[in-house]
């Protein structure tokens, strides 16, 4: 069985956009409001590039500054992976396929 890739997208950006933030050092102080320090450049790296993680306090602080849900800041789907009959057996049949046989050890040689 072919495990599922999951892809998701940071839409941050676009619903700044949409509150009318327009600047990434904008969020630093209202963050800090919210009890999250952040420096500039992570602020900067947070808005500009997909981050691999995060804490749910900055997803929480981010939310609540731009009156969204967490959905609207992460898009979640699935990439299409190889289905059965692209190539791509969907069981193995070991009857059909050669086993290799047992080495038999002779003690008298």
């Known amino acids: 069985m072919t495990a599922r890739a999951v ?10 956009a949409a509150q009318g933030v327009w600047k990434a050092p904008d969020l630093v102080p209202l963050l800090a409001e919210r009890g999250v320090e952040l420096s500039v450049s992570q602020v900067y790296r947070l808005v500009n590039k997909t981050p691999v993680r995060m804490t749910f306090t900055t997803l929480a602080a981010l939310c609540d500054i ?12 699935v990439a299409p ?10 069981t193995i049949d070991l009857a059909a396929r050669r086993r290799p046989r047992r080495a038999r050890v002779d003690p008298d040689r």
């Not at 892809?7 to 700044?16: D, G, Q, S």
């Not at 731009?66 to 789907?77: F, M, T, Y």
């Open 66 to 77: 731009l009156s969204c849900d967490p959905s609207e800041l992460i898009g979640v789907g």
């Open 81 to 90: 992976g190889p289905r059965p009959g692209n190539d791509v057996p969907a």
């Open 7 to 16: 892809t998701y997208t940071w839409r941050l950006r676009e619903v700044m």
